[in-house]
C-alpha cells in the first residue's frame, strides 16, 4: 500500500505531501518517512509518537541513526531497497534505542522498509510483535469469557427460581417445628440460600441497570478510588498518582467506571499484605492518551489510556489466564466475580481490558475509546 502512494520536495526543503501525510496518520502501525541517502526523518505519524515516546516535531529533526543506531540488519534492508534491488523489504527486528536519544526498552517489532514512486523518499512501518500477540490473546480470552458469562447468566437465571422455593420451604417448616434447637437446621438453609441469591443477583445485575453517561474526569474517579482503599489499608500502603492532567473529560457510566477501577484497586491492595507488612507496597494510577487504538476489530483516533500497576507477588501462572472467568478467584474466601465485572463495565463502554503479570509487577491496562462529541467538546 505504501508504495502507490506518491510524494513531492516542496520549494527546496523535503516534506511528505499534504495527502500523503494525512492517509499515513490514520495507521494503527508506527510509520517515518525518511530521505533514503542520508536518512533524515521529514514525517512520522501519531503511532510512531506515541511508539518512540517523542513529538513529530523532535522527530523531524533527527535521523534514523539517531533514533536506533547504526543497525547493520536495519541499514542493509534500507540499502536494498534505496538502490532499487527490492521494492519491499520484510523483517523482525530488535530495534534499539541510542544512548544519547530516549530511554526506552528495545522493541521487537516486524519492521517494513519500502519506497514511495518518489525515489527520494522511504517508508518504514514497524508493529511490536509482542503487542500483536497480545491482540490476539485477548481477543481469544474476550471471546472465551463472553461465552462463560453467558453460560453464567444462563445458569443464574435457572438458579432462582428453585432458590426461592427452598428458602421458602425451610421458613414454612421452621414454624412447623416442634422444637427450638432443630430451628438452627433450618437457619443454616435460609442463610446459605440468602448468600447464593446474593451471588446470583451480582452475576445478573451488570444487565440489568441501564447505563447513566454522563461527562466525567477520570481523575476524580481515580481519587475517589484512592480514598476508599486508603482507608481500608491505611497503614504500609502507596497509592502513587502518575497523572495526565492534559486529559478531556470523559463520557461514560461514573458508577460503573468506578466500581470496575476500584475491583482492580481493591484486589491488588488484598494482594499486597506481606508488602504492607514491610511498609513496601505500592499501586501506581497512570493515565495517558493512546492515538490510533484499535479495539475489537474498530479503530478509533484517541482512546483512554489507564494502568493499574501494584509490586505484588503477581497473579498465580495456573489461573493467569482465567482471571476474567466468573468464579475464578486466586484469593481464599474471594468470590472470583471483581474482575469478571470490571471486564463486562469495561466492555459495556467499548474499551478492552487486558493483564501482564510477574513476580513483583502486575499491570492491568484499560483502554477506552474517546468518542467524538467527547473530543469536540
Known amino acids: 500500500m505504501l508504495r502507490n502512494l506518491s510524494t513531492r520536495a516542496a520549494a527546496g526543503k523535503p516534506s511528505a505531501a499534504p495527502f500523503v501525510s494525512g492517509l499515513l496518520d490514520q495507521l494503527p502501525n508506527a510509520v517515518i518517512v525518511f530521505l533514503g541517502a542520508s536518512k533524515d526523518l521529514i514525517y512520522a505519524n501519531p503511532a510512531a509518537e506515541v511508539a518512540l515516546d517523542l513529538s513529530r516535531k523532535t522527530l523531524q529533526r533527527t535521523t534514523l541513526y539517531d533514533l536506533f543506531g547504526d543497525s547493520k540488519k536495519l541499514n542493509d534492508m534500507i540499502d536494498g531497497v534505496y538502490a532499487g534491488n527490492v521494492a519491499t523489504q520484510r523483517q523482525e ?12 526498552e528495545p522493541i521487537s517489532a516486524h519492521v517494513v522498509i519500502s519506497m514511495l514512486e518518489d525515489p527520494t523518499y522511504l517508508v518504514m512501518e514497524w508493529f511490536p510483535i509482542d503487542q500483536q500477540l497480545r491482540s490476539e490473546r485477548d481477543e ?67 444487565h440489568r441497570k441501564a447505563h447513566t453517561m454522563e461527562l466525567m474526569n477520570i481523575h476524580e474517579v481515580l481519587e475517589r478510588i484512592r480514598s476508599l482503599v486508603l482507608a481500608e489499608f491505611p497503614k504500609g500502603l502507596k497509592i502513587i498518582r502518575n497523572y495526565d492532567t492534559s486529559l478531556p473529560e470523559f463520557l461514560g457510566d461514573k458508577e460503573q467506571l468506578i466500581q470496575a477501577v476500584l475491583n482492580i484497586v481493591h484486589n491488588a491492595a488484598q494482594a499486597l499484605s506481606e508488602e504492607m507488612r514491610a511498609d513496601t507496597a505500592v499501586i501506581e494510577l497512570k493515565t495517558r492518551v493512546a492515538r490510533s ?59 478492552f481490558i487486558a493483564c501482564d503479570s510477574r513476580p513483583g509487577v502486575t499491570d492491568f491496562h484499560i483502554q477506552i475509546p474517546y468518542r467524538k462529541q467527547e473530543m469536540a467538546a
Do not use: C, W
Open 293 to 351: 487504538v484499535t479495539i475489537a476489530k474498530q479503530r478509533h483516533r484517541l482512546a483512554l489510556d489507564l494502568h493499574v500497576i501494584d509490586n505484588g507477588p503477581g497473579i498465580p501462572s495456573d489461573i493467569r489466564e482465567r482471571i476474567f472467568f466468573p468464579l475464578v478467584s486466586g484469593r481464599d474466601g474471594g468470590s472470583g466475580l471483581g474482575l469478571t465485572l470490571a471486564q463486562t463495565f469495561v466492555q459495556q463502554h467499548q474499551g
Open 93 to 104: 527486528l530488535v530495534l534499539h534505542a541510542t544512548p544519547t536519544s530516549i530511554s526506552r
Open 140 to 206: 481469544r480470552v474476550s471471546q472465551q469469557v463472553e461465552a462463560n458469562k453467558q453460560l453464567m447468566r444462563n445458569l443464574a437465571h435457572e438458579i432462582k427460581n428453585p432458590l426461592g422455593g427452598i428458602r421458602g420451604a425451610a421458613q414454612l417448616l421452621e414454624f412447623e417445628l416442634p422444637e427450638k434447637g432443630l430451628r438452627e437446621y433450618t437457619q443454616v438453609i435460609i442463610k446459605e440460600s440468602d448468600r447464593l441469591q446474593t451471588l446470583v443477583d451480582r452475576l445478573l445485575a451488570p
